[in-house]
């Protein structure tokens, strides 16, 4: 490998690898400080090498990865898989993840964020208003 081709930034590299669809996301979670490597919050020009712990959230699921090699460009699935090694603690802590979100879901993740909007407060009002008649049926 040429000096040029072994320099690569790390959100290309999470690109090349398939963690993020676009390098944008990646660009955009490195600079919310949710990417770090080795222990250390990392900057999308910073430069991973083979060997370096890479520790991100992928969606709600937090990675832990290895860097085995780098590549500047995105390709099959099954190549982009030969560029890193998930470490042993972040598959079991995947598999525990999932196993729950198969027992269920979390009532919390259900809540929608935020204040109703006006088509969501007229529901609400509909809602109330039907319960009302209906409990005043019941006390004749």
Do not use: C
């Not at 770090?36 to 937090?62: D, H, W, Y």
């Amino acid at each position: 490998m040429t000096e040029k081709e072994t320099r690569v930034r790390l959100d290309k590299w999470l690109w090349a690898a398939r963690f993020f669809k676009t390098r944008g996301l990646a660009a955009e979670e490195i600079s919310r400080g949710r990417v770090s490597i080795n222990g250390q919050p990392a900057k999308a020009s910073r430069e991973p090498k083979p060997g370096e712990l890479v520790a991100f959230r992928q969606g709600t699921v937090p990675r832990v990865v290895k860097v085995l090699a780098l590549s500047s460009a995105r390709g099959p699935a099954p190549q982009a898989q030969l560029l890193y090694e998930e470490t042993a603690e972040s598959l079991s802590h995947r598999a525990k993840l999932a196993d729950l979100r198969r027992q269920g879901t979390e009532p919390a993740q259900t809540i929608e964020l935020g204040r109703p909007t006006k088509r969501d407060r007229r529901q609400l009002a509909d809602w109330q208003r039907w319960s009302a008649s209906a409990e005043s049926l019941d006390r004749d």
